[in-house]
Antibody
Framework: EVQLVESGGGLIQPGGSLRLSCAAS????????MSWVRQAPGKGLEWVSV???????YYADSVKGRFTISRDNSKNTLYLQMNSLRAEDTAVYYC?????????????????WGQGTTVTVSS | EIVLTQSPGTLSLSPGERATLSCRAS???????LAWYQQKPGQAPRLLIY???SRATGIPDRFSGSGSGTDFTLTISRLEPEDFAVYYC????????FGQGTKLEIK
């Protein structure tokens, strides 16, 4: 079964750091484009970051320089390292598979999502 | 950077009615890179439509997508009780913005 399971969320003080994990099963993380998407309480979806199968990474302006996306191929796991956290980073964080066929420039949507992990930044 | 604007913010309809949701991009986007998602309270989003008009696996044919350039539409032909949710459009690229969402509520 194709599945994503996030972990690592919690309560953290402003200025602190947290690392989120997203364990995949049923497919290989390193062969896919993978994104992090967040949702602040009562708000809409906000794309945070993507890592391509080739290793390139991109970030939303709101997190650039503070967050780092990475993966561990041996663990088939995606990560989001979050530093210098702010109150406005409080959200449910989802990982998702971006179904992309780079050679054909085809995009088939974020077709697999985790259940989300909650990050609360507060003193 | 492309901004996606969805309208209306809230749509109040009854089961059996037709729903038309709009997504407008701040500049022309490839229809190949436009997707729609459904989200219910307490759940992760679910992919409905990719490539502006192709239904994802398992999505009922009452859901359809259309559009090109800067204007895209999600249509639900006959609303079922389980369709009342929030809907988001999203554009693929180096950055992958979402629209702000349309809440479809029961009238």
């Amino acid at each position: 079964e194709v599945q994503l399971v996030e972990s690592g969320g919690g309560l953290i003080q402003p200025g602190g750091s947290l690392r989120l994990s997203c364990a995949a099963s049923g497919f290989t993380v390193s062969s896919n484009y993978m994104s992090w998407v967040r949702q602040a309480p009562g708000k809409g979806l906000e794309w945070v970051s993507v890592i391509y199968s080739g290793g390139s990474t991109y970030y939303a302006d709101s997190v650039k320089g503070r967050f780092t996306i990475s993966r561990d191929n041996s663990k088939n796991t995606l990560y989001l390292q979050m530093n210098s956290l702010r109150a406005e980073d409080t959200a449910v964080y989802y990982c998702a598979r971006d179904a992309v066929v780079p050679a054909a420039m085809g995009y088939y949507g974020m077709d697999v999502w985790g259940q989300g992990t909650t990050v609360t930044v507060s003193s | 950077e492309i901004v996606l604007t969805q309208s209306p913010g809230t749509l109040s309809l009854s089961p059996g009615e037709r729903a038309t949701l709009s997504c407008r991009a701040s500049q022309s986007v490839s229809s190949s890179y436009l997707a729609w998602y459904q989200q219910k309270p307490g759940q992760a989003p679910r992919l409905l439509i990719y490539g502006a008009s192709s239904r994802a696996t398992g999505i009922p044919d009452r859901f359809s997508g259309s559009g090109s350039g800067t204007d895209f539409t999600l249509t639900i032909s006959r609303l079922e009780p389980e369709d009342f949710a929030v809907y988001y459009c999203q554009q693929y690229g180096i950055h992958q913005p979402f629209g702000q969402g349309t809440k479809l509520e029961i009238k």
